[in-house]
């Protein structure tokens, strides 16, 4: 069974993170000052601390730093948890020795796929260490692979919270207007949605039938949302379908999200996303075209919002996420971003090109 210790002085907290770990069958185990933690780890062996940033005594950072010392914790997974989204504060907490963060308010979906990840990847760590001597540069090759991996999959299970929250609130608003169908539809491709991104999280390679599927259940979701605001069309040939083609499982919903928050949702007519499927004798091509307020317009808004040195988050993700494609394929995943713009120079819309190797394997 594996065991967890939280450090946190916010009983609420401490709670719900029991109840959810719990159960799943975790051992859960829980302090709530620095220095009973240490002398907790220093007793006890635990295959996944939680740790909360802001510590009386000292700061959950500090304490992160002291744990990094002790010789049975150099490589325990540690997650911290902070109400904080401060770039700076990640900066700290990862320098400091942190495997990955959680913001408050906790959403238990997210708090599972991170810990079952981490888990996941600390059990593929020590029965690699176990293996002979005589295996050591095999080994070393396989714990890098496993660590981009481990960092693939948890990339795929932060869905974005906010969209979370949005298909929720409008699911409560269907139910608040008696708009009982509405609702219903929106329950069921909700829960649909969360199970399939659960257990694509645990996966490498989907088929690409797969990944089609999880696109309309999503764009649904957020047509259901928008309403008349959204309308959307994916393009994609039977013979293409039925060609076994395998991708890395929620590649393009990125993509297609960013297009909706930072183009549609600005518009004040009604948006559209056409999304083309085509093949090519090495790539997968996906052609994923909006006709929102364009890239340059919608910056300058979320700067108004959130602030000149706003920078997004979900891009650096996707970056991330391409970059370990490539490497952990040993193939070149790319993409490119179109401004569209009519016969006066006036943006109407994007377009994003997403290049996906063909022939990828297990």
């Known amino acids: 069974m594996d065991k967890i210790l939280i450090v946190d002085d916010d009983f609420l907290t401490v709670q719900q993170l029991k109840n959810e770990l719990e159960t799943y069958g975790r051992e859960v185990s829980y302090v709530t000052k620095a220095k009973l933690a240490l002398l907790r780890l220093k007793k006890d062996k ?11 005594e000292f700061s959950g950072v500090e304490l992160l730093k002291e744990i990094r010392l002790l010789n049975n914790y150099k490589d325990v997974p540690i997650i911290m948890i902070t109400g904080n989204s401060e770039t700076s ?18 959403n238990s979906i997210v708090l599972l796929t991170r810990v079952n990840a981490l888990l996941s990847y600390r059990k593929q760590f020590v029965e690699n260490l176990e293996k002979s001597e005589q295996l050591n540069n095999a080994k070393i090759q396989i714990e890098r692979h496993s660590a981009i991996q481990y960092k693939l999959r948890n990339l795929v299970a932060r869905m974005n919270p906010h969209f979370i ?5 409008s699911i409560q608003y269907h139910v608040l207007e008696d708009e009982k169908n509405l609702a219903l539809e929106g329950i069921s491709g909700f829960s649909k949605l969360i199970r399939t991104s659960l257990n694509q999280s645990e ?15 999503y764009l649904q979701l957020e047509k259901n949302r928008l309403g008349d605001k959204l309308s959307y069309k994916i393009n994609i040939s039977e013979k293409l379908l039925d060609d076994d083609i395998m991708l890395p499982p929620m590649i ?35 052609n994923i075209q909006d006709n929102g307020v364009g890239r340059k317009k919608a910056l300058l808004l979320k700067q108004q919002r959130k602030g000149q040195n706003y920078s997004s988050k979900a891009q650096s993700i996707i970056d991330l996420r391409m970059l370990m494609f490539s490497e952990f394929y040993n193939k070149t995943f790319s993409y490119e971003i179109e401004d569209l713009i009519d016969e006066h120079n006036n943006s109407i819309g994007t377009k994003i090109i997403v290049k996906i190797p063909i022939d990828l394997y297990e």
């Open 89 to 106: 504060v990640f900066v700290d907490c990862f320098n400091s020795g942190a495997n990955d963060y959680i913001e408050k308010p906790i």
């Open 165 to 169: 929250f949005n298909i929720l609130n």
């Open 203 to 217: 996966k490498n390679l989907i088929f690409l039938d797969e990944e089609i599927d999880f696109l309309e259940n």
């Open 46 to 56: 635990f295959d996944l601390i939680l740790l909360d940033v802001k510590m009386p």
């Open 252 to 286: 393009i919903q990125p993509f297609i999200e960013n297009s909706i928050i930072h183009g549609i949702t600005n518009l004040a007519l009604q948006g559209k996303i056409i999304i083309d499927f085509l093949l090519t004798k090495e790539y997968l091509i996906i």
